[in-house]
C-alpha cells in the first residue's frame, strides 16, 4: 500500500508539474513578441510603436467604440466629443472635437497612442508631431475597410485574438444575410429613399455606408447616381422616382407621412416610413454589421 502511495504521489506531483508549466505558457504576455511594430496607418504612414501602449486617447467616436468593442475601454483615457457608445464611454474625459483639440489636457493625459480618423486627424498631425504625441490613423471607406480598421487597431495595441473575433462575428452576420436576401432579382428589390435630415432635405449617394448597406440588403438606392456621398437632394425627384421604403435617421415620421406631395409615394400610402439609429449605419465600427441585419429584415420581412 505503501508502495502505491508513492507512485500515486509521484504520479500527482509530475502531474502538477505539467499543470504549472502549461499554466505559465498560457500566461507568458503573448504580446511580448508583437512589439515593437512598425503600422502603416490609414494616411500610409510607417508608425513605430514600442510597446502594447496602455494609455489610448481617441478622437472620433466610432474609433472609441471600436475601442471599446476591443476590450481596451479601461486604457481609453480621453475621448473626443460625441462618443456615447458603449454608455461608460461618456465618463472619459473629453479631448475635443472633430474641429478642436485640447492640447494642454492631451498632454496631461500622457496618452502612449492617440487615434484618429485619417480624413479628421490630418488637420492636427503636424501639431501633435511637435508635441511628441504617437498617433495613428485608420480611414475605412466601406464595410470591408472596417473590418481591416478593426485588425489594425488589434495589431496597433496588442489586442489581435479580440479583433480577430470581432471581425469574425461580423463576416458571420454578412454572410447570414446574403444567404437569405443575396438571390434576390434586381426587379424585387425595393427602392429606398433615406433621410438624413429635412431642412434641407439631405440623403446618401454612392460612396457612403448607407448606400453599401442598402445594396447589401438587398435594395436599390433611389439616390445612387447622386454627385457625393452625403448631398441635398431634391423633394419632387423623391415623388417621380417613388420609393417602396422611406429610412429616416431622425424620428419624424409622423411629419413626412403629412406632406401633402408625398401623398402619392408608395411608401407613405403603405406605411413604411421607418425611424431607424443612424449612429450603427454611418459609424464606422463592428455594429454596421447590426445595421446590414436590421435594414434586410426592414426590407424583406418575409424572408426572416
Request: aromatic residues 6%; hydrophobic residues 45%.
Amino acid at each position: 500500500m505503501e508502495l502505491l502511495h508513492r507512485k500515486l504521489a509521484r504520479s500527482l506531483s509530475g502531474f502538477i508539474a505539467l499543470f504549472i508549466c502549461l499554466m505559465l505558457l498560457r500566461t507568458v504576455p503573448v504580446q511580448a513578441a508583437d512589439f515593437p511594430a512598425i503600422i502603416i496607418d490609414g494616411l500610409d504612414r510607417e508608425i513605430l510603436i514600442e510597446k502594447a501602449p496602455e494609455r489610448l486617447i481617441s478622437l472620433a467616436p466610432s474609433i472609441t467604440e471600436n475601442l471599446y468593442a476591443l476590450g481596451l475601454g479601461d486604457k481609453v483615457v480621453g475621448v473626443s466629443d460625441y462618443s456615447n457608445y458603449p454608455p461608460e464611454a461618456q465618463e472619459k474625459p473629453i479631448i475635443g472635437d472633430a474641429l478642436n483639440l485640447n492640447y494642454e489636457q492631451i498632454l496631461m493625459l500622457e496618452p502612449d497612442l492617440i487615434i484618429g480618423d485619417a480624413q479628421l486627424v490630418s488637420t492636427f498631425i503636424t501639431k501633435l508631431d511637435e508635441l511628441g504625441l504617437p498617433v495613428l490613423a485608420i480611414n475605412p471607406a466601406n464595410l470591408h475597410e472596417v473590418m481591416d480598421a478593426l485588425l489594425l487597431l488589434g495589431e496597433a495595441t496588442g489586442a489581435q485574438e479580440k479583433a480577430q473575433e470581432v471581425v469574425a462575428g461580423m463576416k458571420e452576420t454578412i454572410r447570414y444575410v446574403q444567404d437569405v436576401v443575396g438571390d434576390i432579382s434586381e426587379e424585387e428589390r425595393p427602392l429606398v429613399f433615406v433621410e438624413i435630415w429635412n431642412e434641407p432635405l439631405m440623403t446618401c449617394g454612392p460612396g457612403s455606408f448607407m448606400q453599401e448597406l442598402i445594396e447589401l440588403a438587398g435594395g436599390r438606392n433611389l439616390a445612387a447616381d447622386a454627385p457625393g456621398a452625403w448631398v441635398e437632394y431634391s423633394s419632387e425627384l423623391v415623388v417621380e422616382r417613388n420609393p417602396d421604403v422611406i429610412l429616416l435617421t431622425w424620428p419624424y415620421e409622423d411629419e413626412v407621412m403629412a406632406r401633402s406631395a408625398w401623398q402619392t409615394i408608395k411608401a407613405v400610402q403603405q406605411g413604411r416610413v421607418i425611424v431607424v439609429d443612424s449612429e450603427p449605419f454611418v459609424r464606422t465600427t463592428l455594429r454596421l454589421a447590426d445595421a446590414l441585419l436590421e435594414l434586410a429584415r426592414i426590407l424583406h420581412p418575409g424572408r426572416f
